[in-house]
């Protein structure tokens, strides 16, 4: 398993290991938050939009149904 053979490569007691591997953990966040998703952010599709803003240019546009009551 990966993150055994990460416990037996860090070196110290069980306290140390924890914070060691904490301190990795929060390393790796960081990286990725500050590093690769800005820069795969462009190459993602959420800013693709599919729904068409309208005839009206965007407003919205109230349905009404005659319940009759």
Excluded: C
Aim: hydrophobic letters at 55%; proline letters at 9%.
């Amino acid at each position: 398993m990966l993150y055994s053979a990460l416990w037996r490569a860090l070196p110290g007691r069980p306290a140390v290991k924890a914070l060691q591997a904490l301190v990795l953990v929060v390393l790796v966040v960081a990286v990725l938050f500050l590093w690769v998703f800005p820069r795969i952010a462009p190459l993602m599709p959420f800013n693709d939009n599919t729904v068409d803003a309208g005839p009206a240019g965007g407003t919205a546009t109230t349905v009404t149904t005659g319940t009759g009551s």
